[in-house]
């Protein structure tokens, strides 16, 4: 199957603001949900938001709740998350990731596969 593609990272400071993308293959793409996860070097891969098949829905991470919101575009086959307020700590590589069940924002890490390679954001101090 054919990976999501992730784009949009880059450096800033903090209190800045970036909005990644990531362009999924087409097919099913409006059937399921879609979730975005942030690793470091050394830490566990985690979820930090998630939306529904239609995008009504999202759901968030305590730590990122009320910063960072998650859209997409089924058009386009492409999610996006708009990440605001950034601080140190939301360091890492984001990736996307398709639910591996239908319809819902789950917010079990468990439920996804086929990630991204990802792409590096970096928050300075």
């Known amino acids: 199957q054919v990976r999501p593609v992730e784009s949009g990272g880059g450096l800033v400071q903090a209190g800045g603001s970036l909005r990644l993308s990531c362009a999924a293959s087409?097919?099913?793409?409006?059937?399921?949900?879609m979730g975005w996860f942030r690793q470091t070097p050394g830490k566990e891969r985690d979820l930090v938001g998630a939306?529904?098949?239609?995008?009504?829905?999202?759901n968030y991470a305590s730590s990122v709740k009320g910063r960072f919101t998650i859209s997409r575009d089924n058009a386009k086959n492409t999610v996006y998350l708009q990440m605001n307020s950034l601080k140190p700590e939301d360091t890492g590589v984001y990736s996307c990731a398709i639910s591996k069940v239908p319809w819902v924002a789950t917010m079990r890490g468990d439920l996804y596969a086929y990630w991204g390679q990802g792409t590096q954001v970096t928050v300075s101090s």
């Open positions: 087409g097919g099913t793409f409006s059937r399921y949900g």
């Open positions: 939306i529904n098949s239609s995008g009504g829905t999202t």
